[in-house]
């Protein structure tokens, strides 16, 4: 089972329509827990980043949260662009061990935005 | 753009063959990270080099090996080619081994 489950799977929204990304992960404990965009064969590019004790980091029109209780984030974005029109990938890394950072990265949810 | 480059953008080889991807890392960062990601999947860790040296390194097989020069780009090696190692390579550069980590474009890989 993958430790970072992101849904929907895709999305499609209207040009100018908010939405909201789902991020649940089992990873315990963690030292942050970060939102990427990655466009179509690119490399991903960092928009939030939280750590276990932050509830809420917002970027722009993304806006994110994150309860640790239920081991939930979620990626609001408002007023959506056709640029929005990416992958958004949940990361979680958990404490630093062995002198190196590893980042655990969601599926991803593929987000559409049409005219 | 993050600064860090790749190269080349896509390629194609055969099974059974071998593979070189470069990563130019930016400037100032001395570590530089290696994702597999697969299509429709989140990246996977493959390994990281720091300071020239393997500084951990992911669930792969020992055919994956890479290189980090002294000006800190690095190259990923891949050996004895399998279909499913099809995939966008990524490479991220740091700071440091625990600090944030920038990506390239990444390459394409598709094995036939």
């Known amino acids: 089972k993958n430790q970072v489950e992101q849904s929907p799977q895709s999305l499609i929204i209207l040009e100018g329509k908010n939405c909201t990304l789902q991020?649940?992960?089992?990873?315990?404990?963690?030292?942050?827990l970060r939102w990427y965009k990655q466009d179509t064969g690119r490399g991903p590019v960092s928009l939030t980043i939280?750590?276990?004790?932050?509830n809420t980091k917002s970027n722009g029109r993304y806006t994110a949260t994150l309860d640790a209780d239920t081991k939930q984030s979620s990626l609001h974005i408002t007023a959506s662009q056709l640029s929005d029109s990416a992958s958004y990938i949940c990361v979680v890394s958990p404490p630093i061990s062995g002198g190196y950072n590893k980042l655990i990265f969601g599926a991803g949810t593929r987000l559409a935005v049409h005219p | 753009e993050t600064g860090v480059t790749q190269s080349p953008t896509h390629l194609i080889k055969t099974r059974g063959q071998q593979v070189t991807l470069r990563c130019s890392s930016q400037s100032g960062h001395n570590t530089v990270s290696w994702y597999q990601q697969a299509l429709g999947q989140g990246p996977q860790f493959i390994f990281q080099?720091?300071?020239?040296?393997?500084?951990g390194r992911g669930n792969f097989p020992p055919r994956f090996s890479g290189l980090q020069f002294p000006n800190y780009s690095s190259e990923l090696n891949v050996n004895a080619l399998e279909l499913d190692d099809s995939a966008l390579y990524l490479c991220?550069?740091?700071?440091?081994?625990?600090?944030?980590?920038?990506f390239g474009p990444g390459t394409r890989l598709t094995v036939t």
């Open positions: 991220a550069s740091s700071l440091w081994t625990t600090y944030e980590q920038y």
């Open positions: 080099y720091y300071r020239e040296e393997e500084n």
């Open positions: 939280m750590t276990f004790s932050e």
């Open positions: 991020c649940n992960y089992t990873v315990s404990p963690f030292s942050n």
